[in-house]
């Protein structure tokens, strides 16, 4: 029993899939993936409820300070920066946690570092802090923009969202030049293409530090299929592809692992319930708000993860949006990708192949939608600019 003075941590998370790679780029062998998962657990508290740790799982032990990564969150007095904000809290790979928003966020700053956990937390607020909260960050997550209500689509929010991206990717770009960038503002299919010309006209970007976290498609995948299929929850895994808005986001079930048999029916049932998983919650919250917990839940899981990268942990995979070329007409597009030193390590591009004829056909369909969403990004940054010379 760990004292909590201490505010040890145990922390049980493999949110990739361990697999060994054959020799040369893109090998990849989707049957040697060992069955995992993640769950945050901290070991003087959080005792209930907790699924059972296979034995594949690490658990790492952080005394006081033993975290090394800094890790900003800009919206992160939203619904989604919140509860964000408290699980990055508890990760022993994390030693200071900038929490930035244009409004209310030093309650938010306040409330959290009450946690007796080693992590340093500080508030940042108004345009002019911004900076201050960038400054030496390893990782800067991205969740500030509106979210949706019901009736609307991811691409309603662009107008304003798009905006909102722009301007804080050019301070990541100015003061924290190296860090990974995860974002999760929506339409995410757009907001990353803005992200990544902002970059480039900034002479800041580096594709393998660019992200959009899809994560929440593969976690509502991997939970859909456990539950359809009777299986334990911890053991499955679902490749999710694409992008990251309705018929875009293509789970395949084909490549699911543990393997299972799937009638046509619930290949097009489960499909349409994950794509369309955030509209189940938008609705249910009937004007209150879209996804925020189960995002939160995503968006700190693959922060673990990419942190787990940046540390050398060898076999660390996740999905994610990133620039890529496994499909040559999409430059931006959702694959498992492998998180090293530097960001993306490579992209698996290998699971596109030996599709079922539905996922096949399913990926003709999106192509047309996504490179839409892909192009309306780079118009955005070339409209803005051309703007700003008349
Ligand atoms: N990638 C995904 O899977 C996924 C899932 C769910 C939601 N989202 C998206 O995440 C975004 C946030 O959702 P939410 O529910 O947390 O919304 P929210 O309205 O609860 O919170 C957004 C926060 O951003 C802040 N903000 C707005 N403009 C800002 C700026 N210029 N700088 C800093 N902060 C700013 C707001 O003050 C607010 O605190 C939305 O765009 C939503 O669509 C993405």
Redesign the pocket.
Same mark, same amino acid.
């Given at each position: 029993m760990v004292a909590a003075a201490t505010a040890t941590l145990s922390f049980a998370s493999v949110p990739c899939r361990k697999h060994q790679l054959r020799r040369g780029a893109n090998a990849f062998n989707a049957q040697q993936f060992s069955a995992s998962s993640s769950h945050w657990q901290h070991s003087a508290t959080l005792k209930w409820g907790l699924p059972r740790l296979r034995a594949a799982k690490r658990v790492i032990v952080a005394r006081a300070g033993a975290g090394s990564y800094k890790v900003a969150i800009? !919206?992160a +007095? $939203? $619904?989604? !920066?919140e509860p964000l904000s408290l699980l990055i809290k508890m990760s022993p790979l994390v030693s200071a946690l900038r929490l930035?928003? &244009? +409004? @209310?966020v030093n309650g938010v700053a306040a409330d959290i570092s009450h946690c007796n956990t080693p992590v340093e937390v500080a508030g940042f607020t108004g345009k002019e802090e911004l900076a201050g909260s960038l400054a030496g960050a390893d990782v800067v997550v991205i969740? +500030? !923009?509106?979210?949706?209500k019901p009736g609307m689509t991811?691409d309603d929010?662009f107008s304003v @969202?798009a905006g &909102?991206v722009k /301007?804080?990717v050019e301070a990541v770009a100015d003061h924290a030049p190296g860090a990974l960038i995860h974002i &999760?503002? @929506?339409p995410?299919n757009s907001t990353v293409p803005v992200a990544a010309e902002v970059l480039k006209r900034k002479g800041a970007y580096d594709p393998r530090k660019l992200f959009g976290? #899809?994560t929440?498609d593969v976690v509502r995948a991997n939970a859909f299929v456990a539950a359809t299929k009777g299986l334990p929850l911890a053991d499955v895994d679902v490749p999710v592809v694409g992008g990251?808005a309705g018929t875009t986001i293509l789970p395949l079930l084909s490549k699911a692992r543990p393997k299972a048999a799937f009638t046509d029916a619930e290949v097009e049932e489960l499909t349409a319930r994950i794509q369309n998983a955030?509209t189940e919650v938008v609705e249910a919250k009937a004007g209150a !708000?879209? /996804? #925020?917990l189960s995002?939160a839940y +995503?968006a700190a899981r693959f922060l673990e993860a990419s942190l787990r990268g940046l540390d050398g942990d060898a076999d660390v995979y996740e999905c994610a949006y990133v620039q890529s070329q496994v499909v040559p007409e999409l430059p931006f597009f959702a694959s498992r990708v492998k998180l090293g030193r530097e960001g993306v390590e490579e992209v698996v591009g290998s699971e596109l192949r030996g599709l079922s004829e539905y996922e096949a056909r399913a990926l003709e369909a999106l192509k047309p939608q996504l490179k839409a969403s892909i192009d309306k990004g780079i118009a955005y940054v070339q409209q803005q600019e051309e703007a700003a010379l008349n």
């Open positions: 800009l !919206g +007095a $939203g $619904g989604i !920066g930035y928003d &244009i +409004a @209310n969740p +500030a !923009g509106v979210p949706r991811l929010l @969202n &909102i /301007e804080l &999760i503002s @929506n995410v976290v #899809t929440l990251h955030g !708000g879209s /996804e #925020t995002m +995503a």
